[in-house]
């Protein structure tokens, strides 16, 4: 039994770009059947076809993970397409910068919504698709800003800590249903997300030396782990918070 997730049928949310995206073509290169799950049509439907050009097998289903309808409606096409859902993925998310005297309360609503509202609802409804299938696993993206604060990214951090704390209050909850819940806090990653944050925050440059390893990560490296996570090896894994930092998270503790 290997690190892959053969035959399993997966969500990924934020799959139409960087971290997501990378994931959705690993996992599916793994065996995985992949519902790409994303609010940017255009990329998302790219990523499907990337997959099905090397041979794995995906759909599309157009999902804004803050929206209960579109949640509901993801699990009930994956369910629908591949008679039932094994694992997810839950990793949308956007990253605004400001204090909390610089966020509008629109744009606080708005990023709970997206970033921990979102990860409520991706797994108020695959949980019990799971429970019919006797066992699940879930990862969820956080970020190792949810553990160590950062400037100029209150709410953003905020909206960070939140998924820690849900994925493990999730793990303990259906630990008894064979269903397992974890947690990654990548670092800084190579994806649209990062180089916007460097566009908004000038001076920051060179977020390579802030990690130990001396580079910044790549999509692929986080999707590794989580793909691990969620697949039968780690089998007594669960509520666990998996920094995915080359050492950042050490270096400052
Ligand atoms: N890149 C990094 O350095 C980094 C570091 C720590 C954590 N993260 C986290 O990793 C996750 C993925 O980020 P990324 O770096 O790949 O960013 P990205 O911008 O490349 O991809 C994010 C994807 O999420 C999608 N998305 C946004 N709002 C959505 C919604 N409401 N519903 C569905 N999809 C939505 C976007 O369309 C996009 O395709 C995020 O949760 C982010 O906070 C990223």
């Not at 990378?22 to 799950?37: H, L, Q, S, T, Y």
């Not at 696993?137 to 553990?147: E, K, L, N, P, W």
């Not at 990214?153 to 793990?171: D, W």
Request: glycine share 10%; proline share 3%; net charge negative.
């Amino acid at each position: 039994m290997g690190s892959n997730l053969q035959g399993k049928v997966t969500i990924v949310t934020g799959a139409a770009s960087g971290i997501g995206r990378g994931a959705a073509i690993v996992f599916a290169a793994n065996g995985a059947k992949v519902v790409v799950a994303d609010i940017n049509e255009e990329g998302g439907k790219k990523t499907v076809e990337e997959i099905r050009s090397r041979g794995g097998t995906a759909i599309w289903v157009r999902t804004d993970v803050s929206s209960a309808a579109d949640a509901k409606n993801c699990v009930a096409k994956a369910v629908g397409e591949f008679g039932r859902l094994d694992c997810l993925f839950s990793n949308a998310g956007f990253n605004p910068t400001g204090t909390v005297v610089d966020t509008t309360e629109e744009l606080w609503d708005r990023l709970i919504d997206v970033n921990l509202k979102g990860m409520f609802l991706m797994c108020k409804y695959s949980i019990p698709e799971m429970k019919k299938a006797g066992k699940g696993s879930i990862v969820c993206t956080a970020s190792v800003d949810g553990v160590l604060a950062i400037r100029n990214e209150a709410a953003y951090i905020a909206s960070k800590g939140g998924i820690i704390s849900l994925v493990k209050a999730m793990a303990l909850d259906h630990a008894l249903e064979n269903i397992r819940v974890n947690c990654i806090l990548p670092g800084a990653i190579r994806t649209a997300l990062y180089e916007k944050f460097i566009q908004e925050n000038p001076g920051i440059e060179d977020q390579a030396k802030e990690h130990p390893m001396n580079r910044i990560g790549e999509p692929e490296e986080v999707a590794e782990v989580a793909m691990f996570l969620l697949s039968d090896v780690p089998t007594f894994v669960t509520g666990a918070i998996i920094p995915v930092d080359g050492g950042y998270s050490a270096a400052k503790t």
